[in-house]
């Protein structure tokens, strides 16, 4: 290369780090605008005295009566109780599978894995209408026989039938994550204790128990900010047996008369103050878990348990799970959806089966408009979700920009809110400045965006964690641009980790309720709130249809999107 | 004709705990054609100084020239991809999406002007035929052993045939037969080609064999630059001489002819700057000692106890106990030593070298049995 060349070239580029410095600031005002301005603005909104957050007349009317109210006291009880019993359940059930088929000679053990996926994927709603189905006081399908033969029945309608239901759907994700908690801990660790004298128990109880220890915390504290902004079971079981929660409560105070967004705001601050906290300790418990670094990268064998005869009575509890938690709603959900009038199944309804329900779903006009916009919400959030996180990676984990740990920290603070806290603060942003989108396809992608930011950018960055920095400085050692490095070198190394991501947020998008649920028109209904409309025109068997519906377009996509994802990996 | 020069280059990191000078007034010239290393131990600002030529580093001050065009420094800065260079890094770089062929190509397809296909398909077999890689261009790059990687990522530095080759630590991830073999390839091809070359290593015996110049850095600092043989007959401190080989350090005072050492007066050459009354550091290499088990009646010679025998192969490990100094030594492998026996050891005035003595140490006695590699 020329003398010349060399001083030309470099004269007439901007440095890369202004670029930098550009992109990085274009990012920060784009997730202070998804992030920082909603919560502002419930603030705000939680202590405005007219109807617009900007008018700055203030007063503590709300906050007073969600703090010192009777009714308040009792809403504190009934969500601690209900988050902490479902946690709680679902903790239960998730770690002895998981302990079970990690640790012990159990059979089938990669057929659990793929089972567990299945709740993760049916949406909450449609497992809880399934549960009402089954739970139903006079014609469920476990209560109308208990009645008939006992004289009683189990009532859904209530603290511990709201509690079942969600631990039952949220125990996979407690299987999933202590699985891989009793995975990554080094067994030579027990084995040592072992070769130390100490027999089983103390083994268990000195090493096993406290080396877990922090997995179980963060697990437990994840349960319980989940069941804690679940909007299904409180909606669909909790407002008709009168046992309200956070999440209900916000909702009614927007629907019942007369609406109250002030008080709505004021709950949706008490409900985003107790998910902080909880997501406060659990990042404690794993910063705590770090220091242990249990976890080394290798392939563990462990020891397995030997069950001998307990073998097919571990086998057969973990199957009246599945069937319980899967194999029963589904074929409750069939049921109802080739019948024109739940009812217990008897000779005569089975006669009379149906497929007046789907045609119903399939003519309707607004599940129509629900599936087509469930679709594009999912396309566009994901694929933004996607490109914006991977950029805030990169500047994250590749430059030495000031302030790029506050990138990460925005990105991140969505976990925290609950998706129907975060559907009041949107409509208290939009209510206020001037960008006429409620109502819209809009409104709910920025909601969708914000709510997916923290695992994209999980994803996203611990993917670029893991390229070797040095992969990109030999491009540019080799004569590549930025670009170039960008295109031919950074892209193709993560794209298997940028499918997988969007995949996920793709699949959770279509599953979404609680954010969408205060923020949607009848121009802009999607799926989850489409069966929850249908509900309240008390359309069951129409719910049913849909829901059977969803639940096979999900997993159809998941098995798909899986095998294109698998492949992209196998690729690279 | 390609020469590098480096002056006055500095670079500061910025780390939680305060600034990190990585390199500090760093200057030196590599001529045309000449193998250049930077040897030190970790942390002494070797890949910094690597990264700020290849403009992966932005120094604070100093400029970087080749031949007459500033790279860094007088207020320009040329970024990476415009600096004719080849670099190969310490974890190679080995694009794994790619295959060999493709991984050698990138640097011709990404080049301002890229050459037509059959051209680039030429220089490609070319570069590899150089590492001896030829015939596995179509072999994805993650299934290449350890050293086909690094030879791979050679010819990816070379296909471009750049002014300028960069290697940081190309051999430290190689199995030890691996890296001798590799360097004795690398010394070949470098000579061949007669191509400017940087090195960074921590392994004095790959400086010592590859170089014609190494320069020793010291917490960001060149302590000193020479021939491989100056550096290790005339070490200019005790930090050289412990890095550039074995040393055992005898601290004393100046007298008229020699130091003070050993319960009796050492005989060695004195420069100016060791006056009678100075403290002084006598640098003795291991294998101009010379171990008997009688007295022959020489200068500079002393009795003393074996410690420590110790058979390697082609030479006896020895230490010697001489009035509580520990002297190391090395003895031919076939002489008759006990451990414990009384030995006289001779310390050979002409390799007798007296520094003076700036406090430096070599930490505790972590070196005196790691002798296997070099
Ligand atoms: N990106 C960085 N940020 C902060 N400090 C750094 C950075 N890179 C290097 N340093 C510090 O600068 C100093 C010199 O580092 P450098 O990588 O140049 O050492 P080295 O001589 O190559 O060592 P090694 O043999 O271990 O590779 C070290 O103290 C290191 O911790
Ligand atoms: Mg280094």
């Known amino acids: 290369m020329a003398a010349t060349t060399v001083g030309r070239r470099a004269g007439m580029r901007i440095p890369a780090w202004r670029a930098e410095i550009v992109v990085a600031g274009g990012a920060a005002l784009f997730l202070a605008y998804l992030t920082v301005v909603p919560l502002a603005m419930l603030l705000l909104g939680a202590v405005s005295a007219s109807g617009s957050a900007l008018d700055f007349q203030f007063t503590t009317r709300y906050l007073e009566r969600v703090v010192t109210d009777q009714a308040s006291l009792e809403l504190l009880a009934n969500s601690l109780i209900y988050a902490g019993g479902a946690a709680a359940l679902a903790f239960a059930l998730g770690t002895a599978a998981a302990w079970a088929v990690e640790r012990t000679n159990i059979p089938a053990r990669s057929l659990w894995y793929g089972l567990a996926l299945v709740p993760l994927i049916v949406p909450g709603i449609v497992h809880t209408v399934a549960w009402l189905f089954l739970l139903s006081p006079e014609i469920g399908w476990i209560n109308a026989p208990l009645k008939t033969f006992f004289g009683f029945s189990l009532s859904v309608y209530s603290l511990p039938g709201m509690i079942w239901i969600e631990g039952l759907h949220t125990a996979p994700l407690a299987f999933v994550l202590m699985s891989a908690a009793f995975r990554a801990m080094d067994p030579s660790l027990e084995e040592a204790a072992a070769a130390s004298r100490a027999d089983a128990w103390k083994t268990f109880r000195r090493v096993t128990l406290p080396l877990l220890l922090p997995s179980v915390a963060s697990v437990l504290l994840i349960l319980f900010v989940r069941a804690l902004e679940g909007f299904e079971v409180p909606a669909i079981i909790g407002v008709p047996g009168r046992i309200f929660v956070y999440t209900s409560r916000i909702y009614l105070s927007l629907k019942l008369y007369p609406p109250s967004f002030g008080l709505a705001a004021a709950y949706g601050l008490v409900l985003l103050a107790i998910s902080i906290v909880g997501l406060v300790l659990h990042r404690r418990a794993t910063r705590h878990a770090e220091r242990y670094a249990t976890v080394t990268g290798k392939g563990y064998r462990p020891r397995r348990l030997q069950l001998g005869r307990f073998r097919y009575v571990a086998l057969g509890a973990l199957g009246l799970y599945a069937f319980l938690a899967v194999v029963l709603p589904f074929l409750v959900l069939i049921y109802a959806s080739l019948v024109r009038v739940y009812s217990v199944p008897s000779l005569e309804s089975l006669r009379e089966l149906t497929l007046s329900n789907y045609s119903f779903i399939l003519e309707d006009e607004l599940t129509r408009t629900a599936v087509f916009n469930s679709l594009i919400l999912g396309l566009a959030s994901a694929t933004v979700v996607v490109a914006v996180t991977a950029v805030i990676a990169w500047i994250t984990v590749r430059t030495r920009l000031p302030g790029r740990g506050a990138l990460d920290f925005l990105a991140f603070v969505p976990i925290t809110i609950p998706g129907i806290v975060l559907g009041i603060s949107l409509i208290w942003v939009y209510f206020t400045i001037p960008i006429r989108i409620y109502g819209t396809l809009w409104i709910l992608l920025v909601a969708y965006v914000t709510r997916y930011l923290p695992y994209g950018i999980r994803g996203t960055t611990s993917a670029l964690v893991q390229i070797h920095r040095e992969l990109e400085e030999a491009a540019g050692a080799a004569g590549a641009r930025w670009w170039a490095t960008f295109r031919y070198i950074l892209i193709p190394l993560l794209r298997p980790a940028l499918v997988g991501v969007w995949i996920y947020v793709f699949i959770i998008s279509l599953r979404e309720l609680g954010a969408g649920v205060l923020l949607y028109s009848s121009q802009s209904v999607v799926l989850a709130v489409r069966i929850f409309d249908l509900r309240d025109s008390g359309n069951y068997t129409s719910i049913a249809a849909l829901s059977v519906f969803l639940i096979i377009v999900l997993v159809t996509l998941v098995s798909v999107l899986q095998r294109i994802g698998g492949r992209t990996i196998r690729e690279a | ?374």
């Open chain 2, 1 to 374: 004709m390609t020469t590098l020069r480096v002056e006055s280059l500095r670079k500061t990191f910025t780390a939680q705990r305060g600034a990190v000078r990585a390199v500090e007034d760093v200057s030196f010239t590599v001529e045309d054609a000449r193998f250049f290393t930077l040897l030190g131990p970790s942390g002494c600002g070797k890949t910094t100084t690597l990264r700020c030529i290849a403009g992966l580093e932005r120094p604070e001050a100093g400029t970087i020239r080749l031949d007459d065009d500033v790279l860094s420094g007088d207020g320009r800065f040329v970024p990476t991809h415009a600096r004719d260079i080849g670099m190969v890094f310490q974890s190679y770089a080995i694009w794994p999406h790619m295959t060999v062929f493709e991984n050698v190509a990138f640097p011709l397809r990404v080049s301002e002007h890229p050459p037509s296909r059959a051209e680039t398909r030429r220089l490609v077999a070319e570069a590899l035929v150089l590492v001896g890689l030829e015939g596995l261009e179509e072999r994805p790059a993650p299934q290449l052993s350890g050293g086909q990687q690094q030879r791979l990522a050679l010819a990816r530095a070379l296909v471009r045939k750049p002014k300028l080759l960069l290697l940081d630590e190309p051999l430290s991830n190689l199995d030890a037969k691996l890296r001798q073999r590799m360097r004795i390839e690398l010394r070949e091809l470098q000579r061949r080609l007669g191509i400017t070359t940087v090195y960074v290593t921590h392994d004095q015996g790959e400086a010592l064999f590859l170089s014609h110049r190494v320069a020793v850095m010291q917490n960001g600092r060149i302590v000193q630059e020479g021939r491989p043989r100056d550096l290790y007959a005339s070490p200019a401190s005790a930090f050289v001489a412990d890095f550039v080989g074995d040393a055992t350090f005898l601290p004393g005072e100046v007298v008229e002819g020699g130091v003070r050492a050993l319960g009796g007066i050492v005989r060695c050459a004195l420069s100016e700057a060791l006056t009678p009354g100075a403290k002084a550091l006598l640098v003795m290499r291991p294998e101009r000692v010379l171990v008997r088990s009688a007295p022959a009646g020489l200068v500079n010679e002393f009795a003393g106890t074996l410690r420590v025998a110790a058979f390697l192969g082609d030479h006896l490990d020895c230490i010697v106990d001489v009035v509580g100094t520990e002297l190391r030594a090395r003895a031919h492998p076939t002489a008759e030593l006990r451990r414990e026996q009384r030995v006289w050891v001779e310390l050979p005035p002409e390799h007798c070298l007296a520094i003076p003595d700036d406090g430096w140490r070599p930490r505790a006695l972590a070196r005196t049995f790691d002798d296997d590699e070099t």
